[in-house]
C-alpha cells in the first residue's frame, strides 16, 4: 500500500516543496520514490530523475515567490513607490553627482575660466612687450635710459635723490 503525500517547507534557504510517495519497507532499499519520479541508484537515470525534480522544485518555487511578491506589491506598492522617489530625489539633490556638487563644480569653473582669461591677458601683453623690445627703436632707447642709465653723446644725466618716504617725520 503506498501514500502520496505533498509538503510545502520554509528553509532558511527559501522555500522547499517535497511531494513523496511512501512504500513498504521492502522496496525502500533499494528505491526512493519522490513525487512520480523514481530514484534508482543506478548514476544516469538518477541524475536525470533529480535534475528534473529540481526543475519542478523550481517552478513551484517560483510560483509561489511570484504570489508573495505580487501580494507585497499590491499592499505595499505605493509605500514603496514613495520611498524609491524620496530615495532618488535625495540621491539626485545630495548624492556623488547630485544637484549640489554640479553647482559647485560650476563656480569653480567659473573661477578657473576668470583666473585663466587674466592670465592670457597678461600673456598678451609680455609678447607684445618682447615685440616691441627686439623690434622697435623707441622702446630700446627708453628701458637704456631709465633701467641702465645711458645716454646718448652730448646729453647730460642729472640724477635727483628720492624723495623721503611719507611715514617719517621731520625732527627739527
Avoid: C
Avoid at 523550481?58 to 515567490?65: G, N, P
Avoid at 597678461?122 to 627708453?142: H, M, S, V, Y
Amino acid at each position: 500500500m503506498s501514500r502520496s503525500s505533498v509538503s510545502l517547507g520554509f528553509t532558511p534557504r527559501g522555500i522547499r516543496l517535497e511531494s513523496g510517495v511512501s512504500q513498504p519497507d521492502e522496496k525502500k532499499a533499494n528505491t526512493h520514490h519522490k513525487g512520480p519520479w523514481t530514484l534508482r541508484h543506478s548514476g544516469s537515470e538518477k541524475s536525470f530523475q533529480r535534475a528534473h525534480e529540481r526543475r519542478t522544485i523550481s517552478y513551484w518555487e517560483r510560483l509561489l515567490v511570484q504570489a508573495t511578491a505580487h501580494r507585497l506589491l499590491s499592499h505595499y506598492g505605493r509605500h514603496l513607490l514613495v520611498i524609491f522617489v524620496v530615495v532618488l530625489l535625495v540621491h539626485d539633490v545630495f548624492g556623488p553627482h547630485g544637484y549640489l556638487v554640479m553647482r559647485r563644480k560650476q563656480q569653480e569653473i567659473q573661477k578657473v575660466n576668470a583666473a585663466l582669461d587674466k592670465l592670457n591677458k597678461e600673456n598678451g601683453a609680455l609678447e607684445q612687450q618682447i615685440k616691441d623690445l627686439k623690434t622697435d627703436p623707441q622702446t630700446i632707447r627708453k628701458i637704456a635710459r631709465e633701467e641702465l642709465g645711458l645716454a646718448q653723446p652730448g646729453e647730460i644725466i642729472i640724477k635727483l635723490p628720492a624723495p623721503p618716504p611719507e611715514n617719517s617725520v621731520a625732527k627739527p
